[in-house]
T-cell receptor, first 109, second 114 residues
Framework: KNEVEQSPQNLTAQEGEFITINCSYS?????LHWLQQHPGGGIVSLFM???GKKKHGRLIATINIQEKHSSLHITASHPRDSAVYIC???????????FGTGTSLTVIP | KAGVTQTPRYLIKTRGQQVTLSCSPI?????VSWYQQTPGQGLQFLFE???????NKGNFPGRFSGRQFSNSRSEMNVSTLELGDSALYLC?????????????FGPGTRLTVL
């Protein structure tokens, strides 16, 4: 049983395209994080959501608590956006996270 | 401000040996979490320490253990290594130790068990 499902698993886009990555979860959560992992392993936290919508530059993240669903959007995609994007959720107040399997994004110039 | 550091970055061990990995959080951060990442299972939570106390533990065997020191630095230990323990081990620190706090990840330690 996987508490967090992501789709798609792999995504190839042309530079400039609008990209959407989806995350569905089955547990009640206190927080949802979107993470970005570049080749070589380094992970960067992009967003933390507990409700609503957040925007940072070309990245937008939304969450629907009732539907247990979150989306990460990248507007005007760029080759430097190529990375694995991972959704992580926490049930309790601490830092015990369940992770999605990740979406591998490749943006072609 | 220095980021999260992990040592060593690469490690090769043989089955049956034990290993200790180290994580130094960002200065002022009291929460340190450990994760295992493998191609087959993805990222999995190992345990979390906050102010020297283990707060949460993932579903891993007792061979995996950890501790946190008074300066918030943390170590994790794996005893009796198995081939399946080959993985990237990541630690993350956060200031308040709450799930809504931003998590800062270290570069990871890549462990290979032969």
């Amino acid at each position: 049983k996987n508490e967090v499902e992501q789709s798609p698993q792999n995504l190839t886009a042309q530079e400039g395209e609008f990209i959407t990555i989806n995350c569905s979860y089955s547990v009640g959560i206190s927080a949802l994080h979107w993470l970005q992992q570049h080749p070589g392993g380094g992970i960067v936290s992009l967003f933390m959501l507990s409700s609503g919508k957040k925007k940072h530059g070309r990245l937008i993240a939304t969450i629907n608590i009732q539907e247990k669903h979150s989306s990460l959007h990248i507007t005007a995609s760029h080759p430097r956006d190529s990375a694995v994007y991972i959704c992580a959720v926490s049930e309790g107040s601490g830092n015990q996270f369940y992770f999605g399997t990740g979406t591998s994004l490749t943006v072609i110039p | 401000k220095a980021g999260v550091t992990q040592t060593p970055r690469y490690l090769i061990k043989t089955r049956g040996q034990q290993v200790t990995l180290s994580c130094s959080p960002i200065s002022g951060h009291r929460s340190v979490s450990w994760y295992q990442q493998t191609p087959g299972q993805g990222l999995q939570f190992l345990f979390e320490y906050f102010s020297e106390t283990q707060r949460n533990k993932g579903n891993f065997p007792g061979r995996f253990s950890g501790r946190q020191f008074s300066n918030s630095r943390s170590e994790m230990n794996v005893s009796t290594l198995e081939l399946g323990d080959s993985a990237l081990y990541l630690c993350a620190s956060s200031f308040g130790g709450y799930s809504y706090n931003e998590q800062f990840f270290g570069p990871g330690t890549r462990l290979t068990v032969l």
